[in-house]
């Protein structure tokens, strides 16, 4: 993003400004989910049947994940991909087809029979629920059976944004979450009063189908047509299906990992801890899905392509770039979370059902989840250097072992005596950490795309910048205040200085020239790059 701007326009500067497209959308999604979140807090908190809302779920979240989500998009896109590099776009439009017909199909089956399967699924001891009153099983079985409705539909527009990422377009995909807190928001100010918890699940249903029609106008722009075939003996989608298996297996394996692990394990720990975690979960997702998921989705279709040239040298600088930026940028978020993760919570949450007990319980699981944030960031450019290459088998092997490592960590860390469910929270940082070091490490000797000096320089750079930010805010905390807007505003500003002020001192050169790439995707938009 720095010399790797200056030397290849094409190639990380586009991922610049296609990175700052998908920021603006995740970001304005991010602050209409608060908002939902804050809806939701007011109404529900941490009570027992926001418990059996979250645990039920965890369930579609799984299969939409699996069938159509990360998976797919992974597996699709290379593919997808080449062929519009190497024909008129027939042979694509049908293998977009193919595979929207195809995944619709499996992931009707497949939701169909967890429906049918769901009070298993709850109450069994390997289940979502296995230690709720009987009561709050029953609910989860019934929020499960109308949540795995939205499932289909998630299947069918996750192909879709892969479609439109293919094409080097991100506004419409990075519009889709924000329609959908928008439907969740419906739900629970309309739904939920006289619905109760069902609500939320009726809104969310809701924001499936929003979160589909507002990329349908992106098709008609780039052409891409329909046909009604499954096309099951095509080669193209042979390869994709390939692909696809062992990252279904991976995700199947993080997820299960950390949402069924967290609801199996939390629903024995008492009332609220399930949901505390969830919400400080979120908390965390929110630099997370702005630093390394937008980050990640603006690299993949740039860093598949020089793949599929064999361009090494522009994708060491558009890989080692993005790598040195979500470091810069994650490290005083994660800093700023521990410090001044409180008042955060008070202030975008606290009131109605949820009370200071709730606040209590949602800062105690965030500050495990500080090393979460900067390991499952930097895990967003990692796996997609592999899938750039059409290896989605080597990041499978590596989370079999980190997987075992998670659940293992989990059940000693939040055991009696122990952690409780902050003890989820850092097993999950703890495994993804050593997940991310196995995986660079493997693509460095493998194909030696990393510029490894310059990435640990930053790095280094990074921390001491963060240190002094971390320095300030402490200080900044004890002189103000006991009042959470005071000290969010005026510690967290002065913080944000400080680290960009250290930051430039000492040479990261992210600070400056990732604005100023990001600036002329403003200034200067390429209509294909947008």
Known sequence: MTRAAQTSPSGSTRVARSTLIVMGGLLAALITGLIRQRIIAAQFGTSAPMDAYIAANGLPELLFIMLAGGALGFAFIPVYTKHLTAEDGTGANQLASQVVNSIFILALIVSVLAALLAPTIVRAPWGLGPHFPEPIQALTVELMRLL???????????????????????????????????????????????????GLAWGAIVGAFLHLGVQIPGLFRFKVRWYPTLGWRNPALHRVAFLMAPRVIDLMMARASIDWLNSNIASGLGVGRLSSLRYAFQLMNMPWTLIGTAIGIALFPTLATLAAKHDLEAQRNALSGSLRAILTL?????????????????????????????????????????????????????????????????????????????????????????????????????????????????????????????????????????????????????????????????????????????????????????????????????????
């Open 148 to 198: 795995l409705f939205s499932t289909v539909i998630f299947a069918i527009s996750s192909i879709i944004s892969s479609v439109l990422h293919s094409h080097q377009h991100f506004v419409l995909p990075a519009l889709s979450p924000l329609v959908y807190s928008l439907g969740v928001i419906f739900g629970a100010l309309v739904f939920a009063p006289s619905m109760g918890i069902h």
């Open 330 to 530: 994650t490290l005083p978020a994660a800093a700023g979370l521990l410090l001044l993760g409180r008042p955060i919570i008070q202030v975008l949450f606290e009131g109605g059902e949820f009370t200071s007990r709730s606040t209590d319980l949602v800062f105690f699981a965030l500050q495990f989840y500080v090393l979460a944030l900067i390991s499952q960031s930097v895990l967003e450019v990692v796996v997609r250097a592999f899938a750039s290459r059409q290896d989605t088998l080597t990041p499978l092997l590596i989370s079999l072992f980190t997987t075992a490592l998670n659940i293992g960590l989990a059940l000693w860390l939040a055991s009696p005596g122990r952690l409780s469910i902050g003890g989820l929270a850092l097993a999950n940082g703890v495994a993804v950490s050593v997940e991310v070091l196995i995986g660079l490490t493997i693509v460095q000797r493998r194909w030696g795309i990393l510029h490894v000096r310059q990435v640990l320089l930053d790095l280094g750079r990074a921390a001491a910048s963060t240190l002094a930010m971390a320095v300030v805010i402490w200080i900044a905390l004890a002189l103000l205040p006991p009042r959470p807007i005071v000290q969010l505003l005026v510690a967290g500003v002065l913080g944000m200085f400080t680290y960009g002020l250290v930051a430039y001192a000492l040479g990261i050169e992210e600070i400056i020239s990732l604005p100023r790439a990001l600036l002329k995707g403003i200034v200067r938009p390429q209509a294909a790059d947008a």
